[in-house]
């Protein structure tokens, strides 16, 4: 099997995983979907979810970007950890309040 299709198999099935999760949560316990902990407990398996894009993306196992991560200057690592917070903040959060104004004014 190669990478790109273990990320994909990796994505597919922690996403499944987490969204039974949820809905165990949400159905079977009886905690409403709004209570912050279903989310919370939900989210875990997600990580799987993320070490699959990247495994995909990349064409690389996890551990090999992990190492190549490391061995990058210090420098470019603070620059480039620095740009890709910003970028996953701006995305995060532009899209929630795009997704409310939607919601709030249709």
Do not use: C
Not at 63 to 75: F, N
């Amino acid at each position: 099997m190669s990478i790109r299709v273990r990320g994909l198999v990796t994505i597919l099935g922690s996403g499944a995983v987490a969204g039974v999760l949820y809905l165990f949560l949400s159905f079977v316990l009886g905690h409403s979907a709004g209570s912050v902990r279903v989310p919370l407990v939900s989210a875990v398996p997600l990580v799987g979810v993320l070490i699959g894009v990247i495994e995909l993306v990349s064409g690389l196992p996890f551990t090999q970007v992990a190492v190549k991560w490391d061995s990058m200057p210090q420098g470019v690592r603070l620059v480039l950890g620095t740009l890709l917070t910003i970028i996953t903040l701006v995305v995060v959060f532009g899209g929630g309040i795009w997704l409310l104004n939607r919601i709030t004014n249709p």
